[in-house]
């Protein structure tokens, strides 16, 4: 027997009406590419929404049709991320930090159409647009006079664009599992590889991230948005936010100390989401230049890190400097991302933050919705004692099924299950504990530095035998690259020489700290370079420096 409840499918124009319907008036604030601070609200951002729904129409744009943002923290971002969705195209956000290279492989791939893109890109865009064949136009976000002069084929104007159409439109119905946003990530090897939401996917991650005991996202918060609009759709949060009509404050570019703890403090913010490069600069600047002592009376108490580990030292500040608690989440693009997150169990909500450390140190507990386990390496599930180590596998409805085109293969198992790649423990209560990372990559400030692209580059040197790139330990950074070279023997090359060599084939942030040379590099028994050596014997390397 079935039960006899509606059907009425979730989508994400049902978060963005709530938004507008009860909280139009709700602020959301951006500090835009201009400089200036710019405000709007939830009511605004839904009528220039059905612009942006009406100007995709007229540009002949189909369901399901990728359309492109290479754009900042700021609330045109946003209109674009309702408007695209809401009308039933993909919206499909791109880290434009990446080197160029990487943005043409993931547009092309992802057979983008239109490309919205902040004037501080124009550059870029300008550069990979002759490479672009499939990209019908190019949007910047900008009023007419702004326009950057730039040479792409059909360049058009976001104000004007908005400017033409009328803010009637009716957001269609359709299937809950049409997909919603495209993000890629570069978390793995090869190339980076789209994972693909659906409206029914985003819808309940949103849930998720209101729940009191994940970010509790409600209608009293004012939520500074730090982790970009770019990275899993930041984190899921503008979709939550619309679903409580939560205030959004956007830092648009501007993520050093001094704007964001402007923002803080003028916005009344309670809830702030970062990663811990952020907060370990935020507080570096409170230090310099303020009575770090005397911010508690402001409002911001809930404080969220994820995408690395947490420093202990940014949950003691974040409580000493605001007497905020400090919520450790993990998760990934995989999954929309949320996994774990650690809010406190009756037991531990009164004790003092030193008693409650060890807690705060672990990537938190699982939250209802996500499945995780942690399986040996014959995908045998551990018991959850907190001490048995193994990969971390997740499944559940905001968890990916396939990546997009099928990159990589089959992904899940047949029972569903993905494999992560990180490596932890997990407790009877669900809290995990990462050890380690099975999958060769480096996370530096939040974003992805691929170990085994950069050995590929560092061998094809004349002078290299052997490379080997180590995630090294940062007290910025979190991590940084280092390069083990074996030299060919009598060949010589320099540190120098070798970074020059590498700086025109990767992104600025991606060359290594240093290069260390070495007569030879361990092996494991199949002939593959042994990370786990390298890394118990250098990962301190530049803490010594
Ligand atoms: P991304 O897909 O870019 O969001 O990266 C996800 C990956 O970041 C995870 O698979 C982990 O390797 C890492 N990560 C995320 N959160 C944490 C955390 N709290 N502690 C340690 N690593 C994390």
Known sequence: MFGLMQQRPLLISSLLDYAERYHGA???ISRS??????????????????????ALQRLGVNRSERIVTLAWNHSRHLEIYFGVTCSGAVLHTVNPRLFPE???????????????????????????????????????????????????PNLLCYEQLLADESDDYAWPSFDEN????????????????????????????????MAADTMAIC??????LCAPLFHVNCWGIPFAAAGTGAKIVLPGMKLDGASLFEL??????????????????????MEQNLNTTDQRHLKLKRVLSGGSAVPRVVIEKAHAYFGATMLHAWGMTEMSPLGTCGSLLARQADLDLEQRMPVHLK?????????????????RELPRDGRSIGEIQVRGPWVLSSYFKGAGGKVVDDDGWFRTGDVAHMDQEGFITITDRAKDVIKSGGEWISSIELENLAVSHPAVLEAAVIAARHPTWQERPLLLIHRKPSA?????ELLRFLSDKVAKWWLPDDVVFVDELPHTATGKVLKTNLRDRYAGWLERA
């Open 178 to 209: 049409t997909a919603s946003a495209l993000c890629y990530t570069s978390g793995t090897t090869g190339n980076p590889k789209g994972v693909l939401q659906s409206h029914r996917s985003a819808v309940l991650h949103s849930f998720a991230l």
């Open 492 to 496: 010589d090359v320099t540190k120098d």
């Open 363 to 379: 990537q938190g507990r699982t939250i209802y919705g996500a499945e995780v386990r942690i399986v040996d390496d014959e995908g």
């Open 264 to 285: 803080i403090r003028d916005e009344d913010i309670t809830f702030c989401g970062a990663v811990p490069t952020v907060w370990l600069n935020l507080f570096a600047w």
């Open 33 to 54: 590419v201009e400089g200036p601070i710019v405000r709007s609200n939830w009511a605004t951002i839904a009528r220039r929404a059905r612009q942006v729904a009406n």
């Open 26 to 28: 709700i602020e959301i």
């Open 219 to 224: 209608a009293r918060d004012s939520l500074l």
């Open 102 to 152: 990487q943005v043409r492989f993931i547009v092309d791939d992802a057979e983008g159409s239109y490309v919205f893109f902040d004037v501080t890109f124009a550059p870029l865009v300008e550069q990979l647009a002759p490479q672009l064949s499939r990209v019908k136009g190019y949007v910047a976000l900008c009023e007419r006079d702004a326009m950057p002069a730039v040479n792409v």
